[in-house]
Nanobody, 120 residues
Framework: VQFVESGGTLVQPGGSLRLSCVAS????????AAWYRQAPGNQRERIAS???????SYADSVKGRFTISRDGARKTVSLQMNNLKPEDTAVYYC???????????????WGQGTQVTVSS
């Protein structure tokens, strides 16, 4: 499965962005999905996930500001990001798999990601 992330750009603090991740198959309709991010000098971290049944979870750093959603038929997982902060600056990636895979980030491949820069 291949993933293509898009929607990242330069945005001012307090602004909003919507990221999209398109998969090459309908994988999002049959398994869990998550968004990750990696800032310069930091490890990649999971920030939002959505289970096959639709339940969601978020990292404390983005809870209340970010919302993950899924359209399995359109092979898309989205991330709505509101009230963006400079510390949200990172490359954002998506992926899909078992709950264990989402936790361990043990995936066969990653997309190229999309750069989000929050700065005035």
């Amino acid at each position: 499965v291949q993933f293509v992330e898009s929607g990242g750009t330069l945005v001012q603090p307090g602004g909003s962005l919507r990221l999209s991740c398109v998969a090459s198959t309908t994988i999002f309709s049959i398994t869990n999905a998550a968004w990750y991010r990696q800032a310069p000098g930091n490890q990649r971290e999971r920030i939002a996930s959505i289970s096959r049944l639709g339940s969601t979870s978020y990292a404390d750093s983005v809870k209340g500001r970010f919302t993950i959603s899924r359209d399995g038929a359109r092979k898309t997982v989205s991330l709505q990001m509101n009230n963006l902060k400079p510390e949200d600056t990172a490359v954002y990636y998506c992926n899909a798999g078992s709950a264990e895979a989402l936790r361990s980030m043990d995936f066969e491949s990653w997309g190229q990601g999309t750069q989000v820069t929050v700065s005035s």
